[in-house]
């Protein structure tokens, strides 16, 4: 067994950026557990292990997502190089040492993770000050500090603003215009003209702002009003939908690079 294989990580939040990050992480060999809510928030469906919540299995670019039911369970699917996901708000207590967790719910202000809950404990953006409740931070903003690795100081504040894809940014965003039970008329892939109604929140219609291809749409189900509920690709590139971002891959490498940071420093 390699020395890599010894050392479970576990993410917390299985959306597309903690979904990038555990795919690199499972790719370089370490066994990877994601933890989840009972109902995912998580937009980009088709490449979020959180998917597997709801259909029990998801793969990714090769690599699979398994949900299971126990921490037990977990352990035995991760060391079969899957990766188990497990409902959980809390992290729970596992039949092997945790070796390193990463909190990729992009909350974006500080919630309940601290430095005690694990040998290394790596933050995601906004919320995170590393040496207070984490070890390192992981920069989320676009731009040229994406994906750098901060072992002092925190990540850079919320603009409020979501990046720029394809020249689009917040027009590209669909959110709940109110409060109550989304239903999608579309569905990922189908390409969309500005103006469109792609569905309704309480008979209230969510239109796009911009044509392009639907590549972002949360499950259907009660929302708040203001949520990200969906996301328009201006790129009009239908294959995108089912291919991890630049920005979650770019993270993901971020954090590769900080747990191997770690284990060169961690006598053997």
């Known amino acids: 067994m390699s020395r890599i294989a010894e050392h479970l990580v576990v993410i917390r939040g299985g959306g597309d950026i903690g979904s990038g990050v555990t795919w690199r992480l ?3 060999g370490f066994p990877v557990v994601v933890l989840e809510l009972p109902r ?8 979020a292990f959180s998917t597997a919540v709801s259909t029990d299995r998801v793969t990714i670019d090769g690599v699979d997502g398994v949900r299971a039911s126990t ?9 079969e190089g899957v990766v188990p996901v497990v409902v959980s708000d809390v992290v729970p207590t596992f039949p092997h040492p945790v070796s390193v967790i990463v909190d990729a719910r992009l909350a974006k202000r500080p919630l309940d993770t601290t430095l ?9 953006g906004p919320g995170f000050t590393a040496g207070t409740n984490c070890h390192c931070v992981v920069e989320t903003l676009r731009g040229h500090r994406l994906g750098r ?3 002092s100081g925190s990540a850079a504040p919320d603009t409020g603003v979501p990046g ?30 500005s103006g469109a109604v792609l569905g309704h929140v309480d008979g209230r219609p969510v239109t796009a702002a911009i044509a392009g291809t639907v590549r972002g749409l949360i499950s259907d189900g009660a929302v708040d009003a203001g949520l990200k509920i969906g996301d328009i690709d201006p790129r009009m590139d239908p294959f995108a939908i089912d291919q991890i971002s630049d920005k979650a891959l770019a993270v ?7 747990v191997l940071t770690w284990l060169d420093s961690t006598p053997c």
Do not use: K, Y
């Not at 995912?40 to 490449?47: D, M």
């Not at 993901?252 to 900080?258: F, M, R, S």
């Open 26 to 28: 499972r790719r370089a």
């Open 40 to 47: 995912p928030l998580a937009v980009r469906r088709t490449v």
């Open 71 to 79: 921490p037990s369970e977990a352990i035995t699917l991760a060391a």
């Open 116 to 124: 005690d809950q694990a040998p290394l404990v790596i933050g995601l």
């Open 149 to 151: 690795v901060m072992w």
């Open 164 to 193: 720029e894809i394809g020249g689009a940014s917040t027009n590209r965003i669909l959110r709940a215009p109110t409060t109550g039970v989304l239903d999608w008329l579309v569905d990922f892939g189908e390409v969309v003209e």
């Open 252 to 258: 993901g490498g971020g954090v590769l690079e900080a």
